[in-house]
């Protein structure tokens, strides 16, 4: 995918998203979801500043995409789960329903753009009373006393309690992510070739295959594994390349938690 | 020119912010009808005259602002930031609680994706949104709405002029573009 | 109409306060004898038309201003139109000025969370606050204060006599606000 210099500043994951589908347009039956998905990644790589919020919320997109992407990866795929099947579409539906409620407020911001831009031209007259006038208003400060005005300062000064914004549902992966990369630490120099399926053999929960995916990314991002397919629907193999002495502070895994 | 008309020019001179009807038609005994005549009345007077000002309905009232034509001589004289720009966050920010209001800061957040407190606050700052509610569920966020400055700085009457979101829903192309990018490979 | 009238009525019509003709001069690229022409040419127009406003010469520059013949019209408005109580966010934002002065609008605006160009206009109109001092930093804002006739309708010989705080403790951001001043918009 041809990456533009100029890259423009990406307001979120859907925003990325949108961008990443829309400019794929052109040739609309040769998008697959296997390249959206190298294509985020890649931006995520690009990114350097992510706050922890924002970086979540990107996770959240990206796991969603890839386990779109490696169904083909995970355990129990010969006799397919239809619970399991049925949820990823649901979820697949949600990120498409949630990436077109992005693209209408995002037409509807270029149109209160343009209104704006076409009122910007006229400024209102906001000369006020003439002086002569003045006197006519009545004084706002009868029976205002003093104590009132220091009451209405302190009121004026008491921090307000700010909505809060949930992030309960995000809150595991943040926690998980860390977590997974801290077990393939240490499962992997022990193990030092496995497949993919191996590695997640055990695990119930899709979430925790993502995770765990996510992990053996990161991994890879820092050069401690390499990752081999021999074909497209083949195994994944993961290689330990670090040393066994690798040490959890020295990964840049921080970015994900807080 | 009749008392009347002239009892408006001289009110909206005056006046600070886009003048009610009602309180005009209070003024000169008229009915609100009248005056929303004779407003036009003057609006045209003025536009076939040829002049540097405009009479304008905005944000349920009326007032004089300088033509659309004269922008290069006005921008001078007009306080700095005024006419400021706003960033596509702070725009599609403004989109999403202009179509969904009373909306909460959560609620705001979870389409864009993004965390929305500093934009939220600047608008808010800004003058073009406020508090109008709090939601009766658990928790009780503070619900936002746009205000009348909101509407003047998109020079329109009321949020009905907004036009209906229906228009900017995704077409059929995008949709399958949207689909196509995120099918499963199988 | 000219262009160059239109400029001239625009201008005029969002000003705050009288525009020197060599203001007008400079702006339109003509000199300031055909300035004087031209506005004495439009006063003459809107007095032939009857209108409700006029366009008068005053403290060395030109201003719109509502017709004296209007003048009971424009009484009923600042009598009937005009909030006659003091809003609590009015309360607020002189109290802000008042304990914190000298202060920019961008500051009070910060500790607010809301726009104040309206109330901070109003307050200085009512003579309750002033500008007195400029903010030497970059922008130069303008700083405001209380004014003599704020104390006096309050009561109170000096600043000093304000009542304290005591140990109230304002909370980190509006240390902040007042610190940071002006923060870039979004």
Redesign the interface.
């Known amino acids: 995918m041809p990456y533009d210099v100029a890259t423009p500043v990406f ?5 990325l998203l ?1 961008h ?3 400019k ?2 052109v040739d ?2 040769e ?4 390249r ?1 998905v190298d294509a985020y990644l890649g931006e995520l790589d690009r990114m350097e500043h992510l706050d922890l ?2 970086a979540t ?1 990107f996770l959240l ?1 990206a796991a969603t ?1 890839i386990e ?5 990866l995970l355990p129990g795929r010969d006799d397919i789960d239809l619970d399991e099947e049925l949820a ?1 579409w649901e979820e ?1 539906d949600l ?2 329903a ?16 343009r ?2 831009a ?13 002086d ?3 006197s ?7 029976g ?7 009451d ?9 309690p ?5 992030l309960d549902h995000v809150a595991p992966i943040r926690a998980s992510v860390q977590d997974a990369v801290e077990e393939l630490v240490d499962e992997l120099p022990r193990a030092g070739v496995i497949t993919f399926r191996h590695l997640t053999q055990e695990l119930v929960e899709r979430l925790e295959v993502i995770v765990r995916f996510l992990a053996v990314l990161e991994l890879f991002k820092e050069g401690l594994v390499d990752l081999h397919q021999e074909g497209n629907f083949a195994d994944l193999t993961i290689t330990w390349l670090g040393d066994a002495a690798v040490t959890l502070e020295s990964l840049s895994v921080e970015e994900y938690q807080g | 020119m009749t008392e009347e008309e002239r009892a408006i020019e001289a009110v ?7 003048i009610e009807p009602g309180l005009l038609a209070q003024l000169l005994e008229v009915p609100v009808e009248r005056v929303e005549e004779m407003c036009a009345g003057l609006a045209e007077s003025y536009q076939t005259e040829d002049r540097g ?2 009479l ?1 309905r905005v944000a349920g009232g009326y ?6 034509d004269m ?1 290069p001589y ?1 921008e001078r ?2 306080l700095e930031g ?2 400021a720009r ?1 960033s ?2 702070a ?2 920010t ?3 609680v ?2 969904k209001q009373p909306v ?3 609620q705001v ?1 979870a ?5 929305v ?1 500093g934009v939220m606050r600047t608008l808010q700052q800004r003058g073009y949104i406020e508090e109008v509610a709090r939601d009766p569920g658990p928790g009780q ?2 619900l936002y709405g746009t205000t009348m400055s909101f509407l ?5 009457d009321t949020l009905d002029d907004l ?1 209906p ?1 229906g ?4 077409g059929p ?14």
Do not use: W
């Open positions: 307001e979120g994951p859907f925003d949108l990443l589908i829309t794929e347009q609309l039956y998008i697959s979801i296997s959206i919020d924002v919320e997109i995409l779109l992407k490696t169904r083909r990823l697949r990120l498409l949630r990436l077109l409620e992005c693209k209408t407020f995002k037409d509807a911001a270029d149109v209160l753009n209104l704006a076409v009122a910007d031209r006229s400024v209102p007259r906001r000369a006020g009373l003439e002569q006038f003045l006519l208003t009545p004084d706002l400060l009868a205002v006393t003093a104590d009132m005005l220091k209405a300062f302190i009121r004026a000064v008491t921090p307000k700010l909505a809060r914004i949930l | 909206l001179m005056v006046a600070e912010d886009p000002f405009v304008v007032r004089f602002q300088s033509h659309a922008a006005v004289f007009v005024q006419n706003m596509a966050a725009l599609e403004l989109a999403i202009a179509y909460s800061r959560a957040s389409i864009r994706g993004v965390n407190d966020a503070v003047e700085k998109l020079g329109l036009p979101l228009d900017f829903v995704p192309d995008v949709v399958e573009a949207l689909e196509q990018g995120l099918r499963p490979d199988v």
